[in-house]
């Protein structure tokens, strides 16, 4: 019954790979988020849809592309991975008419080498 | 643009003593504020939040925080921690908009350790 879940937990890879990262919510959300900690812990907003519309995106390298397949699910992207990639993805949903309460994923600790 | 500062780092208390974790934003208008926490290896747990009203905002495990506007501040207490409170503590701010998405701007984040 995990409300945000994250797949894969972890993700090891070689630079110029391309991975994806999957995330879905059960809590019946209209809007999904992701975020990337860095390895000083600082949290940063990457992307957000709203009933698979892209709503925000943040100055993000075009490697990153999310894909929204339904409201419940947004999955994340990456091409040509590069060392300064790694670091901690997470995912988010909120209800449309309270984005401003966020509920997390576990989170995804990408290491690419 | 929106902002937060945490100025602690690292923190260590003992149990059951007392907490008081740091929090101070910038904001032009009034915020959105909140408090999450994040345990080794989890993901972050919102532990409150303050939209509007009284200024002293209860939250879950026993947590409060106070926003004071004349200070920019949005602190963290509790008033015993226990050995399980060990973890990193995020405050986060964002506007008020009434749009479907919300951008969170967090903190770097306050370490807690607690000694025994």
């Known amino acids: 019954d995990t409300a945000v879940s994250q797949t894969p937990k972890y993700l090891v890879t070689q630079m110029g790979n391309d991975k994806s990262i999957k995330c879905e919510q059960n809590l019946g959300h209209d809007t999904m988020y992701w975020y990337k900690q860095d390895s000083k812990k600082f949290l940063k907003i990457m992307f957000s849809y709203n009933n698979k519309e892209l709503i925000i995106n943040e100055t993000v390298p075009n490697r990153f592309s999310p894909k929204s397949p339904d409201k419940a699910h947004l999955n994340l992207h990456i091409n040509s991975l590069e060392l300064g990639d790694s670091a901690v993805y997470f995912c988010?949903?909120?209800?449309?008419?309270?984005?401003?309460?966020?509920?997390f994923g576990p989170g995804t600790r990408l290491t690419v080498t | 643009a929106q902002s937060v500062t945490q100025p602690d780092i690292h923190i260590t208390v003992s149990e059951g003593a007392s907490l008081e974790l740091r929090c101070n934003y910038s904001y032009g208008a009034t915020p959105y504020l909140f408090w999450y926490v994040q345990s080794p290896g989890q993901g972050l747990q919102l532990l409150l939040k303050y939209f509007s009203g009284d200024t002293l905002v209860q939250g879950i495990k026993g947590f409060e925080a106070e926003f004071k506007r004349s200070q920019s501040s949005f602190n963290l207490r509790k008033p015993s921690v226990h050995w399980c409170d060990a973890a990193e503590y995020f405050c986060a701010v964002t506007d008020g908009n009434t749009g479907t998405a919300s951008k969170l701007t967090f903190g770097t984040g306050t370490r807690l350790q607690v000694t025994l």
């Open positions: 988010a949903s909120s209800r449309g008419d309270r984005p401003h309460e966020q509920y």
